[in-house]
């Protein structure tokens, strides 16, 4: 029988107060990276060959898996917001974006306060790991869809009015999500760790804080990863020699480095678009 979870319908103010401290850094769910969620401390790696192979484990496809299934089971759980708790947000989110209209950002804001309880949500859990990632893909791409409406011009009521909905939508399906994401754990765990070791020698994997990325296009996600500033590093292992960094900076992937590197036969090539 599934663990019986708890989660209230009103945050308490001062809840939702700390949690928005912490949407100053933190960004919205990138679309293009599979939904992940980063950070200005996230790190990630572009990884080759020997030094990729030996990070595609199942350990490593959690998050991408979370993301994964997050769709798979959102059909099933589609309960609507609380009105408690959209009520008790929008006071508080709307305090919060009038105070820095400017710096208001509608997707970390929700994220911040539906994420705040996926510790003790998953306190219990047997496997906590993998719930707090399920509970941070549904928080992730509930706010997301819910503050894609807003416009590019600050309107408090209307943003925090998005941002409340996808929060306590979110909070209220997130017993749902976690344990209907719990039933496909293990075999998508498999596949994406087959699907990252089948691209190291070629493309490369990314891994970011040492998650397995499954992204449809690893250009495009190095794009929007570079776009929120967070920093891509390559790594190579030649043959057993040793490893290699070479640091993304905004604008480049390296690819002078990567040519060089595929001319002096050490690595293979890693096809770019033109």
Do not use: W
Request: charge should be negative.
């Amino acid at each position: 029988m599934p663990m019986i979870r708890t989660l209230a319908t009103a945050l308490p103010l001062t809840a939702l107060a700390l949690a928005a401290l912490g949407s100053a850094t933190a960004h919205a769910g990138v679309a293009a990276c599979g939904g992940i969620v980063v950070d200005a401390a996230t790190r990630c790696e572009l990884r080759y060959e020997t030094t990729c192979e030996g990070s595609c484990d199942v350990k490593a496809a959690v998050n991408a898996c979370a993301a994964d299934l997050e769709v798979r089971c959102s059909g099933d759980c589609d309960l609507t917001a609380d009105v408690d708790c959209t009520t008790s947000c929008t006071g508080a989110c709307q305090a919060e974006c009038l105070a820095d209209p400017a710096s208001f950002d509608c997707s970390a804001s929700c994220q911040a306060d539906c994420t705040a309880d996926c510790d003790s949500l998953c306190a219990g859990d047997a496997d906590g790991t993998r719930c707090r990632s399920s509970c941070e893909a549904s928080c992730s791409a509930e706010c997301d869809g819910s503050c894609e409406v807003t416009g590019p011009d600050t309107d408090c009521v209307a943003d925090c009015e998005s941002c409340c909905g996808g929060s306590c939508t979110a909070a209220i399906n997130l017993d749902c999500q976690i344990d209907c994401q719990a039933e496909g754990f293990a075999e998508c765990q498999a596949a994406f760790a087959e699907n990252c070791t089948a691209t190291c020698d070629t493309d490369g994997s990314l891994f970011c804080d040492g998650q397995y990325v499954a992204a449809a296009d690893t250009d495009d996600c190095i794009d929007a990863l570079e776009a929120k500033g967070v920093k891509v590093d390559v790594k190579f292992d030649f043959s057993g020699t040793g490893d290699l960094f070479c640091a993304v900076s905004p604008g480049s992937r390296g690819l002078g480095l990567l040519m060089g590197l595929v001319g002096l036969g050490l690595i293979a090539t890693r096809r770019r678009r033109a």
